[in-house]
């Protein structure tokens, strides 16, 4: 079946940068997706990779390795407003359904 | 503005009775879904729909129902049958071209005691 796996958690400074790295074993997809979720809020889309590389949104990057199976987050310039829980998801092949990680929860601390 | 509504944010119920969550869009998408959220897990597929008249079963689908006679709509149904229905529940809509890129309601959070 189909997995993903991030880590549970990581604590950067503010101002400083971090990664937030995400595994998958699927049998195909169509690529990887991120998303951020404040607690007690919804989840929102922040990037998306078709192809292998690095796609930058502002303070926010996104790689893929499909040779790999592997993906990253990367936070720059951290703040204090980025503490929050981070998901990466795959959109499966042949479908709709989108499997989602666990989640890491980033602190974020001054 | 666009966006997705659920309501209402938090419900209270009996073990043993069905209640009903409502997911109202006005982005014009054709594909809608409803996630289970548990603390401090991911969000768990329970049914997804690609257009009116039309749905699939996610991953776990056991104890819930849902229809989608709109394309605004997509209410789920929690079943007597759903042995841990106490959750937060998310729905999602998205350009069927775009399912990588889903937007979200502000959830509801259901308790069942």
């Known amino acids: 079946g189909q997995s993903l796996e991030q880590p549970s958690e990581v604590t950067a400074v503010e101002g400083a940068i971090v990664q937030i790295n995400c595994t998958y074993q699927?049998?195909?997809?169509?690529?990887l997706s991120w998303y951020q979720q404040h607690d007690g809020g919804a989840p929102t889309f922040l990037s998306y990779?078709?192809?292998?590389g690095l796609e930058e949104t502002g303070r926010f990057s996104s790689f893929l390795s499909r040779s790999d199976s592997y993906g990253y987050l990367l936070l720059q310039e951290l703040q204090m407003k980025d503490s929050a829980s981070y998901f990466c998801?795959?959109?499966?092949?042949?479908?709709?359904?989108?499997?989602f990680g666990a989640g890491t929860r980033l602190f974020v601390k001054a | 503005d666009g966006g997705i509504t659920q309501s209402p944010k938090y419900l209270f119920r009996k073990e043993g009775q069905n209640v009903t969550l409502s997911c109202e869009q006005n982005?014009?998408?054709?594909?809608m879904y409803w996630y289970r959220q548990d603390p401090g897990q991911g969000l768990r597929l329970i049914y997804y729909?690609?257009?009116?008249?039309?749905?699939q079963k996610g991953d776990i689908a056991e104890g819930y129902s849902v229809s989608r006679e709109k394309k605004e709509s997509f209410p789920l149904t929690v079943t007597s049958a759903q042995k841990n229905p106490t959750a937060f529940y998310l729905c999602?809509?998205?350009?069927?071209?775009?399912?990588?890129?889903?937007?979200f309601g502000p959830g509801t959070r259901l308790t069942v005691t």
């Open positions: 990779n078709a192809l292998d």
């Open positions: 998801a795959v959109r499966e092949t042949g479908g709709f359904k989108t499997i």
């Open positions: 729909s690609q257009i009116v008249n039309d749905f």
């Open positions: 982005l014009n998408h054709d594909a």
């Open positions: 699927t049998s195909g997809f169509y690529g």
């Open positions: 999602a809509s998205s350009n069927p071209g775009q399912a990588y890129e889903q937007y």
